[in-house]
């Protein structure tokens, strides 16, 4: 049963059931409160409910203690459309599609929130965000459905013929970014202290830099023989490298490993502090962890390649020493779960390069690529594949990118097309479906290597076309492999439903469910089984595997990587 809901236009909400492709099936229903009309309906039928958008009206369910099994989100579908139709960034809120649909003048979305703690943020159980501007003749209800019937046909037309998948993990997606930062990872605030009292030292009482960080400012200056240099700035530990007769183009830390300087060390050092203090600090602590659990604000498709990113608190980017206050509830369980190598078996599985594909049924694809066609050299076979996904093109790569084509020339061909597309201006898609931004849009480079940029040859493109090439290139590889991911955590979930244990955080290609510890071995099962139902639903009968590592820990840094 499909049930469309939106806000009443004086106070509670409007309800419509409806068959699955949109007809009415029932009246208009008004409620005066949705969390009991969802629950009621959740208790009575399996119900999937068609809504503008999750991040809105899902929260303030969960705040009720109403969870629902399946939903359609109107704005993340439109937003997949919009891009599948070359017309990436256009407004995506019912009103918009509505009026575009008619050839009326398109309203623009309402400006992002500023971030905020989950639950923070609405005051009242069901106070409604301001709406966007409505055309003319517009009714949310009949507007939401009529979007929904259009949205039905542009998927059933879509190109790619798996765009369908796409959409229904895009909104399972939405559902479980949503229960995570209701849930929260748990955290314990008093490990998490004193971790920052052994790093850091004591905080200051003018709230400048602590004491470990103050008497390295220090040292650092001492080693350039100045006085009062402030390390966290690029430009003046430039300007003092330069005063001692060392030119470096930026402070970078891989710029700064090739530097033989006695303040080297201690720039590094600092570095790695400092962005402690700043991302993950007391004033971090105090912000974002109530009642034991961390509650970030997850925005699924935050990212332009399908990836998740946050809305304050850096989630995503939890230093390995900061995991050691992640910690269980006492007789719970952390299992905790990572794809490995997953980009590279993400293009074995969608190039159809059989020989790849056939590399890739091994537990460690290096060791088969190396065996196969590098005489043994793992790392050799290692900077080619990475080379070939990540515009590695010069150096020490050049050799190891002639011998992967000439041993995997279709793989090899399958990012090289879609660096050219790039080049070229072009779009590019990934195996489901989502289409990247043009070159006109504004869109962030989403290859997020360790160490300097990839080395490049002029070849007579200019610097704008090779970044996009590079791109392009990644595009169709990390989007595939956010949208494997997305499938399992929607897998996941659905197997999670009738137990206890919690889906807790999520990151690219790592996922954490928290449980008790009896449960701890059905739920390490039920994540593989996961894994593998997302392979099979992607990739149909692909002799590529995608391993998951999993790990039952108390402790998040206890995990095995």
């Known amino acids: 049963m499909l ?31 949705l969390s009991a009309a969802v629950a009621d309906r959740e208790r009575a039928q399996a119900s999937r409910w068609l809504w503008s958008s999750t991040a809105e009206i899902y929260p303030p369910l969960l705040r009720a203690g109403v969870r629902v099994a399946r939903c359609h989100d109107a704005e993340l579908t439109e937003a997949l459309l919009l891009g599948c139709a070359g017309r990436w960034g256009e ?32 005051g009242a159980l069901f106070d409604a965000t301001p709406p966007p501007p409505a055309p003319a003749g517009f009714d949310p209800l009949a507007g939401l459905i009529e979007v929904y019937r259009l949205q039905r046909a542009a998927v059933a037309g879509a190109p790619a013929g798996r765009f369908r998948l796409l959409v229904a993990a895009e ?68 300007r003092a490298f330069a005063r001692a007769g060392v ?86 369980r952390f299992v905790v779960a ?34 196969d066609a590098f005489n043994g050299d793992r790392a050799r076979a290692k900077l080619a594949l990475l080379g070939a996904m990540y515009g590695q093109t010069g150096g020490a790569a050049v050799p190891a990118l002639a011998a992967l084509r000439g041993s995997y020339p ?44 990839p080395e490049e040859s002029a070849g007579g493109r200019s610097a704008a076309a090779r970044a996009r090439g590079r791109f392009t290139r990644n595009f169709v590889i990390q989007a595939t492999a956010a949208e494997w991911a997305l499938t399992l955590l929607a897998a996941l979930r659905r197997e999670l439903a009738p137990t206890p244990a919690e889906l807790v955080f999520f990151q690219h290609d790592e996922v954490i469910v928290h449980c008790p510890a009896e449960l701890a071995g059905a739920v390490s099962e039920a994540v593989r089984a996961a894994g593998e139902e997302a392979r099979r639903l992607l990739f149909g009968a692909t002799p590529v595997r995608f391993p998951l590592g999993v790990s039952s820990v108390e402790c998040y840094a206890d995990a095995v990587h």
């Open 3 to 33: 049930i469309a809901v939106v806000p009443g236009e004086s106070g509670g909400w409007r309800l419509r059931v409806l068959d699955e492709e949109g007809r009415p099936a029932g009246p208009v229903e008004s409620v005066p409160e």
């Open 91 to 122: 407004p995506r809120s019912v009103a918009a599609a509505w009026a575009r649909a008619r050839g009326l003048p398109v309203p623009e979305d309402p400006a992002p929130r500023p971030a905020a703690p989950p639950g923070d943020r609405q």
């Open 171 to 238: 909104s399972a997606g939405a559902l479980v970014a949503a229960e995570m930062g209701h849930t929260g990872l748990p955290w314990r605030a008093d490990i998490h202290h004193a971790l920052l009292l052994d790093l850091l030292g004591e905080p200051s009482v003018l709230g400048g830099p602590p004491k470990r960080l103050a008497e390295l400012s220090a040292r650092i200056a001492e080693a350039f023989g100045v006085k009062g240099l402030h390390p966290e700035r690029p430009a003046e530990v430039v």
């Open 247 to 332: 030119q470096v183009p930026n402070s970078r830390s891989w710029v700064l490993r090739r530097v033989d300087h006695p303040a080297v060390p201690l720039l590094l050092e600092f570095k790695e502090l400092y962005r402690i203090w700043t991302a993950h600090g007391w004033a971090w602590c105090d912000a974002w962890v109530r009642d034991g659990r961390f509650r970030p604000e997850y925005v699924p498709a935050g990212v332009v390649s399908g990836r998740w990113a946050t809305r304050g608190g850096g989630a995503l980017q939890i230093p390995k020493v900061v995991r050691r206050a992640v910690v269980a509830d006492r007789g719970w």
């Open 338 to 371: 990572d794809a490995g190598q997953l980009e590279p078996r993400v293009l074995a599985a969608v190039s159809g390069d059989a020989r790849f594909a056939a590399a890739g049924a091994a537990g460690d694809l290096y060791a088969a690529l190396a065996a």
């Open 410 to 453: 279709t793989a090899f061909e399958y990012v090289e097309s879609a660096a050219r597309a790039g080049e070229g201006g072009g779009l590019v898609s990934s195996w489901l479906g989502r289409t990247c931004p043009p070159t006109s849009a504004s869109w962030h480079d989403p290859v997020t290597l360790e160490g300097p940029p």
